[in-house]
Every structure is written in structure tokens, then in C-alpha cells.
């Protein structure tokens, strides 16, 4: 089934135009969505190898595909993530390529939605590499989508404000994530400016005294690195149909 479903997506992906897309488009994403049921799983192999090639493959399909993976973002972002905090330095750096090529290439507007559904059940190296690269969508999707960043980011920061220690440390994640808090902080008030603090007021005395001394911190530097991108063309954001329900479930390890 597998190799039956690559071969027709390669006639599809040839055959396809502009004029063919209404009669193929559906075709294409049921084909899709049979190869990714097969080939997710190898995100997560026991087998190293196979873990890390599959990574590498996806690193290279997303910029082919494009939004023609959107129906399957949610489970390859767990996927993705769960490589993050691998002690494999190959599978690592394959996961952290993912993320940098979904997001130069997937609409910014479906990963900000999906990578805020992540954040809180992740830990480790995990969380500071989503929530840096939240960071990166917000400043993105802000000008064209701000009800977007409000609905689904702002529950990430209160999150993140009400659980983390002084110290920057989230209980039981093992992991410091000031650095990352702070600069997704400082990201929010550059597009929100005073907003910010008139959606704060609304959150517990803690979480406001939180905001207010991040803010006025300089970032410090951090244990994972997290690559500073910067804005990503608007066109990212531009007419977004994304309507993706992101999971609340916890991952089963």
C-alpha cells in the first residue's frame, strides 16, 4: 500500500494543474493521508536509523508539499516533538530541521494554532524549541490575525507565568524556560503593546507580577538553543483557511 500510495502521488504530483486541481485535489490529500498513516510512525522508530532518516525525509517533503500536509500537522508536530529531547544528537538536529522547514514553508497562521496546543505537555529541550519558535509566528501572524494570537497564544503565556518558579523552572519539565518566556513576553507587547497588559489584568495577582519583572529582564542566555529566524514574509498569514482543533489530550508515552 505504501509504495502503491508514493507511486500515484508521483503521477498525481506530475499530471496535476491549476485545471486539474478540483478533479485531482481531494484524490491527492485522501493518498496523503494513507502514505502519512504509514510513515509517521517511523518518526517515533525504535530503530535510530529509520528514526532519524524519516525526520530528514519530512525536513525535505514539507517545502514540496506545503499546505498539503496541514490534515496531518497535529500528528506530525507530537511526532516531531517528542524527537526534541532525544539523546541522539542525529535525531535531535533532524527534529529541530523540521520545525525550522515548517516554519519557512506551512501557513503561519495553522502552526501558531498548533504549536500552541503543544507547549504545555512538552519538557525538556521540547518546550524551549516550540515556545522559541512561537515566538517567531506570533511577531509573524500578529499584524494580519491578532484575534489568532490572542485565542491561542495568550493561554500559553498565562500558563507558562502561573506554573514557573522564580528561578525559571516549569515543576516536573526539567527544564529552564525564562529565556523562552521572555522573549515570547517581549514579542507579545512589541505587537500587542498596551493590550497585553489589559488582557494581564484578568489573570491572578502572581502571573501579573511575573509578566511586569520579565518584561523588564534582559534575556538571558539558555541551555537549548533556539534559533532567532526572525519575521517570515506576511504571505505566510495571508488568507489562511486553517481550521485545525488542536489535540488537549497529554501524549501516551
Not at 500537522?73 to 517528542?82: F, G, K, N, P
Amino acid at each position: 500500500m505504501r509504495s502503491r500510495g508514493w507511486v500515484l502521488l508521483g503521477k498525481l504530483g506530475g499530471a496535476c494543474s491549476l485545471s486539474h486541481w478540483q478533479i485531482y485535489g481531494r484524490l491527492l490529500v485522501f493518498v496523503l493521508s494513507k502514505v502519512f498513516d504509514a510513515f509517521t510512525p517511523r518518526l517515533q522508530d525504535s530503530n535510530k536509523k529509520v528514526n532519524q532518516w524519516a525526520l530528514e525525509s519530512l525536513a525535505k517533503m514539507i517545502p514540496l508539499l506545503k499546505d498539503s500536509v496541514h490534515p496531518m500537522l497535529l500528528s506530525l508536530i507530537t511526532a516531531v516533538a517528542d524527537n526534541l529531547n532525544s539523546k541522539n544528537s542525529g535525531i535531535a538536529t533532524a527534529a529541530v530541521t523540521v520545525l525550522d522547514a515548517m516554519i519557512e514553508s506551512l501557513d503561519h497562521i495553522c502552526l501558531l494554532q498548533a504549536f500552541a496546543g503543544r507547549v504545555r505537555f512538552l519538557s525538556g529541550c521540547a518546550v524551549l524549541d516550540i515556545t522559541g519558535r512561537l515566538s517567531v509566528l506570533v511577531a509573524s501572524v500578529y499584524p494580519r490575525k491578532p484575534q489568532a494570537v490572542e485565542r491561542h497564544v495568550l493561554p500559553v503565556l498565562w500558563y507558562l507565568l502561573n506554573n514557573m518558579t522564580g528561578g525559571g523552572i516549569l515543576p516536573g519539565r526539567s527544564a529552564n524556560v525564562r529565556t523562552v518566556v521572555i522573549q515570547l513576553s517581549k514579542t507579545l507587547q512589541q505587537q500587542m503593546g498596551t493590550r497585553l497588559q489589559d488582557f494581564a489584568a484578568g489573570q491572578p495577582k502572581q502571573v501579573l507580577k511575573m509578566l511586569q519583572e520579565l518584561l523588564n529582564t534582559e534575556s538571558p542566555g539558555g541551555s537549548c538553543k533556539v534559533s532567532d529566524r526572525g519575521t517570515l514574509p506576511d504571505s505566510r498569514t495571508a488568507g489562511s483557511a486553517c481550521s485545525l482543533q488542536v489535540d488537549s489530550r497529554k501524549d501516551q508515552k
